[in-house]
């Protein structure tokens, strides 16, 4: 299967200050990435869409200012999150897909830690 | 949109026997169902998937069964080993906001006990 990498696998940072997380596709193009938050024992909740060039599509509830989504190239997404409080400590994960498809390749998740 | 559910939320077995987890959607839209599993701090990993114009897929021990018309489809396991024992979520694929995008249930815990 398609592989697809995080960096970094995980983080702790101090409250208000922000922290970048990258999602790259590694042996395929991915057209559209997804970016997905996972609370212990709980399901994936998806954050946002992005396809290459242009803007991300934010699910309902997701604040776009605080969780800033860069998809600028067929293999990376960053995924910012701007001044970060301990509630948005959680398990960041990101998948891709290729154009045409509907396979979604998993990445294998940045832990962040808010103090 | 579309509406996943999943059961059991968790199973139990003893290695050998066969797991099978079960999952309805909503959306009768939907064409693309992908299993994924989880072991403890890592990425979801697709297994298996079907699509709506094939009832039944196999690869190895592991089934998907589909049935459009009553919107369900299940994950079947068998000869479990322990080394199956993680998160397993079914998904369904919906349009919403004009981007397809994968609905997922809520998981199930697989234990399988040697």
Redesign the interface.
């Given at each position: 299967?398609a592989v697809?990498s995080?960096h970094p696998s995980w983080v702790i940072c101090k409250s208000g200050t922000s922290v970048k997380i990258e999602c790259r596709s590694l042996d395929f193009q991915a057209t559209?990435m997804?970016w997905y938050r996972q609370f212990p024992k709980?399901?994936?909740m998806?954050m946002a869409?992005s396809n290459e060039g242009s803007k991300a599509?934010y699910e309902q509830g997701v604040e776009k200012d605080k969780f800033l989504i860069n998809h600028a190239s067929l293999t990376l997404s960053t995924l910012t999150v701007t001044s970060a409080h301990p509630e948005d400590s959680s398990f960041y994960?990101c998948s891709g897909r290729a154009g045409g498809q509907?396979?979604?390749?998993?990445?294998?998740?940045t832990?962040l830690l808010v103090l | 949109g579309e509406n996943v559910e999943q059961h059991p939320s968790t199973l139990s077995v003893q290695e050998g026997d066969s797991a099978v987890i079960k999952c309805t959607y909503s959306d009768s839209a939907s064409n693309?169902f992908?299993w994924?599993k989880q072991e403890l701090?890592?990425?979801?990993?697709?297994i298996i998937?079907i699509?709506s114009n094939v009832g039944e897929k196999k690869d190895q021990r592991i089934a998907v069964t589909l049935n459009k018309t009553a919107k369900h489809f299940s994950l079947h396991i068998t000869e479990t080993q322990p080394e199956d024992s993680a998160v397993y979520?079914c998904a369904a694929?919906g349009l919403s906001?004009?981007?397809?995008?994968?609905i997922?249930?809520?998981?199930t815990r697989l234990a399988v006990h040697p």
């Amino acid at each position: 299967g398609a592989v697809v990498s995080q960096h970094p696998s995980w983080v702790i940072c101090k409250s208000g200050t922000s922290v970048k997380i990258e999602c790259r596709s590694l042996d395929f193009q991915a057209t559209t990435m997804f970016w997905y938050r996972q609370f212990p024992k709980q399901s994936l909740m998806l954050m946002a869409t992005s396809n290459e060039g242009s803007k991300a599509t934010y699910e309902q509830g997701v604040e776009k200012d605080k969780f800033l989504i860069n998809h600028a190239s067929l293999t990376l997404s960053t995924l910012t999150v701007t001044s970060a409080h301990p509630e948005d400590s959680s398990f960041y994960i990101c998948s891709g897909r290729a154009g045409g498809q509907e396979t979604q390749y998993f990445g294998p998740g940045t832990r962040l830690l808010v103090l | 949109g579309e509406n996943v559910e999943q059961h059991p939320s968790t199973l139990s077995v003893q290695e050998g026997d066969s797991a099978v987890i079960k999952c309805t959607y909503s959306d009768s839209a939907s064409n693309y169902f992908p299993w994924y599993k989880q072991e403890l701090g890592k990425g979801p990993q697709l297994i298996i998937d079907i699509r709506s114009n094939v009832g039944e897929k196999k690869d190895q021990r592991i089934a998907v069964t589909l049935n459009k018309t009553a919107k369900h489809f299940s994950l079947h396991i068998t000869e479990t080993q322990p080394e199956d024992s993680a998160v397993y979520f079914c998904a369904a694929s919906g349009l919403s906001g004009g981007y397809n995008k994968l609905i997922f249930g809520a998981g199930t815990r697989l234990a399988v006990h040697p």
